[in-house]
């Protein structure tokens, strides 16, 4: 029997944690995949649950938003309360809550206590995914990042585009809240694995708590989020607070930026915003998430208000999206090989553009196999956008400083998505505010979110112009 001492061991030794990192992945894969689709799976869900909520279909998009908001807010606090309680505690204490806030989802009986369920829900969620992805990037080489990256956020990815589809058969076989007690045992499950395989993680020495950075980036993100969704009312007292409150987000959000920069020890450090690839992913690549993230809401309701296809059949059409996901996942890294990030943003970019701006042209009488192909393309290109600009964004960020670049790339991530909601809605009540369509959205109505959104994806990719040619070069190459 050899002992411990020799190369061979030596070399398991490195197996047994190379296997442990990859099923920390999975295991954080499978959060992300809960998290992600119960950001967007009531939207096939969406005109069955105003119906019991006595509401429309498009107020519903509150239930979204408070989310999504939920989780932007307190995600600054995930490296500081995973330094302070360890890993394991705040990753598996966080699968606990959300799952328990799944639970009193499907217990609502009216908008006010499913908005205050989804509010627990994206505090669960806050800390649930940053924390298990800190726990995996800490523990990867370099050579091995776009891979563990790829294995996190790709079910991410693809929840987005299931959730239709699911919140679809459920609504139409069972009824709506059981698109979140499937919660129940997947929260089950990924709790008994993060309590045998995460690492406790917890360290030495932990920075005070920054209690103004916390108020002030909070503030900033509700101001910003919530004055989004009060524009979109169709009342005028409501615009004016819509726009006080998105004003106040910005004043915030330069006081926190402000504070966070000179704070000796800040909630969230931004010293990741100096590093060039860094900084694109979290800007430009916000700003790109943002404009297709408004499509798992905008399609289902254009298929089902505007078209009036039945939860399941406008599911079944968005699965067209899902489909491109699933083609591109081989080709992706060896694509970034060949041509480099740069080229792959910007002409990745215009293809997806171009994909938004055709959902602008359906019409009930556009054949359902065109419809198909035009979302098989944009989730092509929505599959390798997402894994360039997130692999890119943890390539030179060093590994001592993975803990502040997780929580601020995972703040910049959940508020473009909650944006994106908020900013189609905002289009579709704009739009039927102008054309007089009172209480429900018309085909026009769609037509001009799709271009809005189109645009903000088109911005985007300014920031991506100014990358040089060999950005994120040394990564690919040992990827």
Not at 294 to 323: E, K, T
Not at 461 to 472: C, E, H, Q, S, Y
Request: charged letters at 10%; one cysteine or more.
């Amino acid at each position: 029997m050899k002992s411990p001492a020799t190369p061979d061991s030596s070399v398991n030794a490195d197996a047994g944690l190379s296997l442990q990192t990859r099923l920390i992945a999975l295991v954080v894969a499978v959060t992300f995949f809960m998290e992600n689709l119960d950001a967007t799976v009531i939207a096939t869900a969406l005109p069955t649950m105003a119906s019991a909520f006595g509401i429309t279909p498009v107020d519903m998009n509150v239930g979204i938003t408070a989310y999504i908001l939920a989780v932007a807010i307190f995600i600054p606090l995930s490296s500081w309360i995973a330094d302070r309680f360890g890993a394991r505690r705040v990753f598996a204490g966080a699968i606990v809550v959300f799952t328990l806030a799944s639970l009193l989802c499907g217990l609502s009986q009216n908008i006010e206590m499913f908005v205050l369920a989804r509010v627990l829900q994206g505090i669960g969620g806050a800390l649930m995914v940053p924390v298990g992805r800190l726990a995996v990037l800490r523990n990867t080489d370099k050579k091995d990042l776009v891979k563990m990256i790829a294995v996190i956020t790709w079910p991410g990815l693809v929840a987005p585009i299931l959730g239709p589809l699911v919140g679809g058969l459920i609504v139409t076989h069972a009824s709506w809240p059981w698109i979140f007690y499937v919660n129940l045992p997947l929260g089950a499950l990924a709790l008994f694995a993060a309590l045998w395989l995460v690492p406790e993680g917890r360290e030495a020495n932990v920075r005070p708590f920054d209690g103004k950075g916390f108020a002030l980036l909070a503030g900033a993100c509700a101001s910003l989020l919530g004055g989004l969704e009060w524009l979109g009312s169709q009342h005028g007292n409501a615009m004016l607070s819509g726009f006080g409150l998105v004003i106040a987000g910005v004043i915030l959000a330069v006081w926190a930026v402000h504070h966070c920069r000179h704070h000796t020890h800040p909630l969230l450090p931004l010293g990741t915003v100096s590093i060039n690839t860094f900084r694109v992913s979290i800007f430009g690549g916000s700003l790109f998430r943002l404009a297709i993230s408004a499509l798992p809401f905008l399609l289902p309701l254009l298929f089902q208000v505007g078209f009036g296809l039945s939860p399941i059949d406008a599911g079944l059409l968005v699965l067209a999206v899902f489909a491109g996901n699933l083609a591109m996942k081989p080709f992706t890294t060896a694509i970034m090989q060949r041509y480099g990030f740069r080229k792959v943003l910007l002409v990745n970019g215009v293809i997806g553009v171009v994909s938004i701006l055709a959902c602008a042209l359906f019409t009930p009488q556009t054949p359902f196999a065109l419809i198909a192909a035009v979302l098989f393309v944009g989730g092509l290109s929505r599959s390798m956008q997402f894994t360039c600009y997130n692999s890119i964004g943890f390539a030179d960020v060093p590994k001592e400083r993975m803990s502040e670049a997780s929580a601020l790339f995972s703040m910049f991530f959940q508020l473009a998505m909650g944006m994106g909601v908020t900013v189609a809605a905002l289009l579709l009540r704009a739009s039927m505010s102008v054309q007089g369509h009172e209480l429900l959205a018309q085909v026009g109505d769609f037509r001009v979110a799709f271009i809005g959104v189109a645009v903000l994806g088109l911005l985007a990719l300014v920031d991506v112009i100014r990358l040089p040619k060999d950005a994120g070069e040394s990564v690919l190459k040992r990827a």
